[in-house]
């Protein structure tokens, strides 16, 4: 399935590298996520867009930083990177809403990042 | 106390048993319900959606108690293929995931 791809597939990293990871969706989708799954823990929601608008960050430090140019397009920018920040760095994508609310529509998971910082 | 709560397993069961998942949540304004599949090493795909009325698809059974806060899933005639995690989300606003039941389905 290609509905949503993610790049690199696997990336290790230095503590002071900065690198960035790539989602893209091919459903025609109006939001996107970044979730973060550590080993034994449950996903973690880290940052919605809707319609490229942020509408949530779940408290997550300043060297992640999300940019959403497009519907189609997300990133995840990685900055001075701690060994506990390794993981599966999922994107996701749904439908999205144009009025207020939350978003309930289902979602769509790309394969996912695997991190690894040294 | 986490807003999910799954036992994390591992359920391990002959080819053609059935086995019971449940997860309960914390939050009575938790607007729908799911069960979503990961395979190894994968990322998380929608199994099903949870509906109070209890919901079929296949071998797959879903119910929904809202007074108790407890979802289940019933797995029947398992197959080798069922093995995996199986992950009960609620959207709160957003998904939120329990961290999963690991399935392993033996010959």
């Known amino acids: 399935e290609t509905g949503v791809t993610q790049t690199p597939r696997h990336l290790v990293m230095g503590m002071t590298n900065k690198k960035s990871l790539k989602c893209e969706q091919h459903?025609?989708?109006?939001?996107m996520y970044w979730y973060k799954q550590s080993a034994k823990k449950p996903l973690e929601l880290m940052f919605v867009y809707n319609f490229k608008e942020q509408t949530e960050n779940n408290s997550v430090p300043s060297r992640f930083s999300p940019e959403c140019p497009n519907s189609s397009h997300l990133f995840l920018h990685l900055h001075t990177l701690q060994p506990e920040d390794s993981a599966l760095y999922l994107c996701?994508?749904?439908?999205?809403?144009?009025?207020?609310?939350?978003?309930?529509?289902?979602?769509?998971f790309g394969p996912g990042t695997r991190l690894t910082v040294l | 106390r986490k807003e999910v709560e799954q036992d994390p397993g591992p359920f391990n069961v002959p080819e053609g048993a059935t086995v019971a998942f449940n997860c309960t949540y914390s939050n009575s304004a938790s607007q729908s319900f799911f069960w979503y599949r990961q395979d190894c090493r994968k990322e998380p795909k929608l199994l099903m959606s949870v509906y109070s009325s209890g919901n079929e698809d296949g071998r797959f059974t879903a119910q929904l108690n809202r007074a108790s806060q407890y979802i289940s899933l019933l797995i029947r005639d398992s197959k080798l293929s069922d093995s995996a995690t199986y992950l009960c989300v609620v959207n709160r606003n957003h998904l939120r995931f329990g961290a999963g039941t690991r399935l392993t389905v033996k010959p």
């Open positions: 459903l025609g989708h109006n939001a």
């Open positions: 996701a994508s749904s439908q999205g809403r144009t009025s207020g609310g939350p978003l309930t529509d289902t979602q769509y």
